[in-house]
């Protein structure tokens, strides 16, 4: 499992919007909005579905970039037994 911290930057007109859109998307919990451009994101996906999460959040319209501040993964068990 990925946990990621986000800053989405939108164009102010389109904050509200752009927050109500990530917050609909499963994985996706916000924070608010900070200084009147950022909408404050944490996603939880699988490893391999992280790059993909934050593409459709890249994709929404008046998204303008994202910046990640924080990123851990933690070890995803396959079910093997590693002894």
Do not use: C, F, W
């Amino acid at each position: 499992m990925a946990i990621a911290g986000l800053l989405v930057h939108t164009l102010k007109e389109n904050l509200e919007d752009v927050e109500r859109q990530i917050r609909s998307m499963p994985g996706m919990t916000t924070y608010g909005i900070h200084q009147d451009q950022y909408v404050v994101v944490v996603v939880e996906a699988p490893s391999d579905q992280m790059e993909t999460q934050v593409d459709r959040i890249n994709n929404l319209e008046g998204v303008l970039t994202i910046y990640t501040t924080y990123v851990t993964v933690e070890d995803e068990l396959s079910g093997t037994d590693d002894r």
